[in-house]
């Protein structure tokens, strides 16, 4: 079974919008985290945000909040404002184990955004 | 500071030849991971080392093997190069208590 999964492969949005990208997980691990990383078409892999399983409040990072549901297992990324810089593709990745310990992420297939003007 | 380069940006190999991808990290992170990307497949983990004389096998370490030469260096081999291994490749660090990985440019290596 995949551990992360991301159901949208595309998704479009009209520029000033906001946009939902879904990523569930699957752990049994208390201790966990989960990423977000936008990789444009220029390649490089951009760290955006992060929440560990433990964080009270969803993470914020300017335009980037982290809608986190840990009952449904759910770590959506939400993009306020969308710029036409935002079209990208975007992961979302899961480390499992302790805090301060080394861990091996896994990564979701990705969502390409495209944002219209 | 550079963060995380990668050595060459680009390589073609013909199948059965030998290559060694590099990676140096300037940020004093203790660990340090390979990738491949494949179209469809999001990254999957090939190695990576959790501190400086340590290496373990990821999702998909056939075909490669790797050296932490020292805290910077972390470098990916390829004995005999397979068309099969035509993929981008990200070298990428976290420092143990940070949780965010630094990644790389990336590599993109086509075998004929």
């Known amino acids: 079974a995949q551990k992360i999964t991301q159901t949208q492969p595309g998704m479009f949005v009209q520029e000033k919008e906001a946009v939902t990208l879904d990523c569930t997980y699957d752990?049994?691990?208390?201790?966990?985290?989960l990423f977000w990383y936008k990789q444009p078409s220029s390649g490089e892999m951009i760290f955006l945000i992060y929440?560990?399983?433990?964080?009270?409040q969803n993470a914020t990072e300017g335009r980037y909040s982290l809608n986190f549901q840990k009952a449904r297992k759910s770590a959506n990324l939400v993009i306020s404002a969308s710029q036409l810089g935002d079209s990208a593709m975007y992961f979302c990745?899961?480390?499992?184990?302790?805090?301060?310990?080394?861990?091996?992420?896994?990564f979701g297939r990705g969502t390409s955004l495209i944002v219209h003007p | 500071n550079a963060g995380v380069t990668q050595t060459p940006k680009f390589q073609v190999l013909k199948t059965g030849q030998s290559m060694t991808l590099q990676c140096a990290q300037d940020m004093n992170h203790n660990s340090m991971y390979w990738y491949r990307q494949d179209p469809g497949m999001g990254l999957r983990l090939i190695y990576y080392?959790?501190?400086?004389?340590?290496?373990d096998k990821g999702e998909v370490p056939n075909g490669y093997n790797v050296s932490r030469l020292n805290k910077r260096e972390f470098s990916l081999r390829l004995e005999s190069a397979a068309p099969s291994q035509t993929s981008v490749y990200f070298c990428?660090?976290?420092?143990?208590?940070?949780?965010?990985?630094?990644f790389g440019p990336g590599t993109r290596l086509t075998v004929t």
């Open positions: 990428a660090s976290s420092g143990t208590l940070n949780y965010e990985q630094y």
């Open positions: 752990t049994s691990d208390p201790s966990y985290g």
């Open positions: 929440q560990g399983s433990y964080d009270q």
């Open positions: 990745a899961m480390r499992e184990g302790q805090a301060g310990g080394s861990y091996i992420p896994t």
């Open positions: 080392s959790a501190s400086e004389g340590t290496t």
